[in-house]
């Protein structure tokens, strides 16, 4: 029998991005915790890849929208931002769903201490392989993409445009 508490975090985790539908929140690792209260209240905790990511309010409704289908009628949503979200946190079935769909994968995410984190203006450099042809003579296009957690490419040999996923 599938109690209450493992039966929402399965139907939380699988709620997709809402940017890069292919991954789901479990694949992208934003789900920090769900628990079922003794009054049933379902209290769901994330952590958004970036603390002003705009897709946290739908993913936050759809989460909602998703318990409350499936007769969790009271939802309790907190948002966590420490420890700040990490392109480390993305599962191995988000990486192959994320290459599938020719993006670019983030290496290792820088390493920080509990010090100042440095902001930097510029485009870190970084060296891509193509997810078209494989060439590693890429291009920077625009540091912000579509959304904010993905840079835009250009591979010179094929002249194809991707996306990279950034390290976080």
Known sequence: MVTAA???????ESVPDP????????DLGIVRGVEVDTDGTVAVTIT???????????????????????GYHHVRLDT?????????WISTEGRRKLREHG??????????DNGPVLLVLTARPRALTCPSCGSHDTRVV??????????????AACHEPFEHVKEI
């Open 6 to 12: 493992v039966d929402a975090r399965r139907l939380v």
């Open 19 to 26: 940017e890069m539908p292919m991954l789901t929140l479990a």
């Open 48 to 70: 958004p890849t970036y603390s002003g990511c705009p897709a946290i309010a739908t993913i936050r409704a759809d989460i909602t929208g998703t318990l409350r289908s499936h």
């Open 80 to 88: 966590v931002l420490s420890p700040a979200w990490s392109s480390d």
């Open 103 to 112: 993006y670019s994968l983030p290496g290792p995410a820088p390493r920080r």
């Open 142 to 155: 625009a540091e912000f993409g579509a959304t904010l957690c993905k840079a835009l490419y250009r591979c």
